[in-house]
């Protein structure tokens, strides 16, 4: 390649590596600026990651596809694309299934590769990066296959990473009948059909593991801390709030503690509630503003919300598409869904392999076919037994976010070496950026970011100096 070229590796190629690369192709064919963007994943398909790949058509997008473009410039690109897709008019207020969306991250990566082919090229490797070293001109990456990819920035885009497992106690962790990440191609295959199934964690993780296997003859049990399941969206065909006014009252006007922003929101609710009959506005309305008021709290506050508001928040924030939330109810309903507040205590595995008896909190023993870790994904990274994360950490390229959650990163999402040390040109988006912003987990800030950190890296990083 051309001597002058912008080398930027991306390691990741789920939704968020997928709209970061798309995004670094943007900006290489508006600025004219040579590029190639190497997009690094072992994954067969691009776009999907986690979140997206599944082919469950009852796996479907928590937020309506009229918000869900890629673009933030372009409001219903993902609405349009549908429609060609299909052949008829998508509706903007539609929930449609997941792997839907992962296609279209894909196509616009496409699309963007092409506008830009005189500019940049995006070259995709199907392997896994396994380190990050510094190098005076730059990074190296080390692969899984023992190739190496010299680079002069790279772009974490590890989106979810491991699930977390400190719940798990000892017995259960070494069942041939316990399912780590629901996520894992396959991974429900082998549950047995005539067996019941015990859920632990009741978020959106579980209520789509529910949808799949809920069936006659077998009653899935879910359990959590609390027992509370996500509220759902409101109903198609609901009024919807109108927008504030100008010069009305800016959530950034609370007070900069956990208790007044608590007061806060709840006035808000209640005053959403009583002019439009919902409080859903309310959530809607502050989350723009949450890595601010994340970062007004105090540290103390922000413990204190981890550890007595978090489930609370959650709930409210992640909402459930009204076809989930119908179908959930439905089985509650008929038996074939229990959802209560418990911890897993204890587990003993059956001789023949075939059940697991587990005990709970609240006293109860239940003999199942298969538990299911459904509590989400780690984001301590110094749980994490990633060998990326890890030798970054080791190395002082990264170091923990505030509460140990993600990596510490400036305000453009470069990672702050440990030490006061000077940072490495490597940058991060999305999930690994929550200790900072708090709210980092959704298309709607990934996006922002994704163009962000392409500008950043591409008008700022210097060019390697012709030969």
């Given at each position: 390649?051309?001597?002058?070229?912008?080398?930027?590796?991306?390691?990741?190629?789920?939704?968020?590596?997928?709209?970061?690369?798309?995004?670094?192709?943007?900006?290489?064919?508006?600025?004219?600026?040579?590029?190639?963007?190497?997009?690094?994943?072992?994954?067969?398909?691009?776009?999907?990651?986690?979140?997206?790949?599944?082919?469950?058509?009852?796996?479907?997008?928590?937020?309506?596809?009229?918000?869900?473009?890629?673009?933030?410039?372009?409001?219903?690109?993902?609405?349009?694309?549908?429609?060609?897709?299909?052949?008829?008019?998508?509706?903007?207020?539609?929930?449609?299934?997941?792997?839907?969306?992962?296609?279209?991250?894909?196509?616009?990566?496409?699309?963007?590769?092409?506008?830009?082919?005189?500019?940049?090229?995006?070259?995709?490797?199907?392997?896994?990066?396994?380190?990050?070293?510094?190098?005076?001109?730059?990074?190296?990456?080390?692969l899984?296959?023992?190739?190496?990819?010299?680079?002069?920035?790279?772009?974490?885009?590890?989106?979810?990473?491991?699930?977390?497992?400190?719940?798990?106690?000892?017995?259960?962790?070494?069942?041939?009948r316990?399912?780590?990440?629901?996520?894992?191609?396959?991974?429900?295959?082998?549950?047995?059909?005539?067996?019941?199934?015990?859920?632990?964690?009741?978020?959106?993780?579980?209520?789509d593991?529910?949808?799949?296997?809920?069936?006659?003859?077998?009653?899935?049990?879910?359990?959590?801390?609390?027992?509370?399941?996500?509220?759902?969206?409101?109903?198609?065909g609901?009024?919807?709030?109108?927008?504030?006014?100008?010069?009305?009252?800016?959530?950034?006007?609370?007070?900069?503690?956990?208790?007044?922003?608590?007061?806060?929101?709840?006035?808000?609710?209640?005053?959403?509630?009583?002019?439009?009959?919902?409080?859903?506005?309310a959530?809607?309305?502050?989350?723009?503003?949450?890595p601010?008021?994340?970062?007004?709290?105090?540290?103390?506050?922000?413990q204190?919300?981890?550890?007595?508001?978090?489930?609370?928040?959650?709930v409210?924030?992640?909402?459930?598409?009204?076809?989930?939330?119908?179908?959930?109810?439905?089985?509650?309903?008929?038996?074939?869904?229990?959802?209560?507040?418990?911890?897993?205590?204890?587990?003993?595995?059956?001789?023949?392999?075939?059940?697991?008896?587990?005990?709970?909190?609240?006293?109860?023993?239940?003999?199942?076919?298969?538990?299911?870790?459904c509590?989400?994904?780690?984001?301590?990274?110094?749980?994490?037994?990633?060998?990326?994360?890890?030798?970054?950490?080791?190395?002082?390229?990264?170091?923990?976010?505030?509460?140990?959650?993600?990596?510490?990163?400036?305000?453009?999402?470069?990672?702050?070496?440990?030490?006061g040390?000077?940072?490495?040109?490597?940058?991060?988006?999305?999930?690994?950026?929550?200790?900072?912003?708090?709210?980092?987990?959704?298309?709607?800030?990934?996006?922002?970011?994704?163009?962000?950190?392409?500008?950043?890296?591409?008008?700022?990083?210097?060019?390697?100096?012709?030969v």
């Amino acid at each position: 390649m051309p001597t002058d070229t912008l080398r930027v590796a991306v390691a990741g190629a789920g939704a968020a590596g997928t709209l970061a690369a798309a995004r670094l192709l943007d900006t290489a064919a508006r600025t004219g600026r040579r590029t190639v963007v190497d997009l690094v994943d072992p994954a067969p398909h691009t776009g999907r990651g986690l979140a997206y790949g599944t082919d469950d058509p009852r796996h479907l997008l928590n937020v309506p596809a009229g918000r869900m473009s890629a673009r933030p410039d372009a409001a219903g690109d993902f609405v349009r694309w549908l429609s060609a897709r299909t052949g008829h008019e998508a509706d903007p207020g539609a929930y449609v299934p997941r792997a839907l969306f992962g296609d279209y991250l894909a196509a616009d990566l496409d699309r963007s590769a092409a506008a830009a082919r005189d500019a940049a090229t995006v070259r995709r490797h199907h392997d896994r990066v396994l380190a990050v070293e510094q190098l005076p001109d730059g990074v190296r990456l080390r692969l899984r296959t023992g190739a190496t990819l010299d680079a002069d920035a790279v772009i974490l885009a590890l989106g979810n990473l491991e699930p977390a497992t400190a719940w798990l106690p000892p017995g259960l962790a070494r069942s041939p009948r316990f399912v780590a990440d629901p996520w894992r191609p396959g991974a429900l295959a082998d549950i047995p059909a005539d067996q019941d199934v015990l859920l632990v964690g009741t978020g959106l993780t579980m209520c789509d593991t529910a949808r799949t296997l809920a069936a006659p003859g077998r009653t899935v049990h879910a359990v959590s801390r609390h027992g509370l399941l996500p509220q759902p969206h409101a109903a198609p065909g609901a009024a919807a709030a109108p927008p504030a006014r100008p010069g009305g009252r800016s959530p950034l006007t609370a007070p900069h503690d956990l208790t007044g922003l608590k007061r806060l929101v709840r006035h808000r609710a209640a005053l959403h509630r009583r002019l439009h009959g919902d409080w859903r506005p309310a959530v809607d309305e502050l989350r723009p503003h949450i890595p601010l008021l994340w970062q007004q709290l105090p540290p103390s506050d922000r413990q204190r919300f981890l550890a007595t508001e978090l489930r609370e928040w959650e709930v409210h924030r992640h909402r459930l598409p009204p076809a989930t939330d119908r179908a959930l109810t439905a089985a509650r309903q008929s038996g074939l869904l229990t959802v209560r507040a418990a911890e897993v205590t204890g587990a003993d595995t059956a001789d023949d392999g075939r059940t697991v008896t587990v005990r709970l909190s609240d006293g109860r023993s239940l003999t199942v076919g298969a538990v299911v870790n459904c509590t989400g994904t780690e984001s301590r990274v110094g749980q994490l037994a990633d060998p990326l994360v890890r030798g970054l950490l080791a190395s002082g390229t990264a170091a923990p976010g505030p509460h140990g959650l993600g990596f510490d990163t400036a305000s453009d999402g470069r990672l702050l070496a440990a030490g006061g040390r000077p940072a490495a040109p490597v940058w991060t988006l999305g999930q690994l950026r929550r200790g900072n912003l708090w709210e980092t987990t959704a298309i709607p800030e990934i996006r922002v970011q994704a163009g962000e950190l392409a500008t950043r890296i591409l008008t700022r990083t210097p060019a390697p100096a012709p030969v």
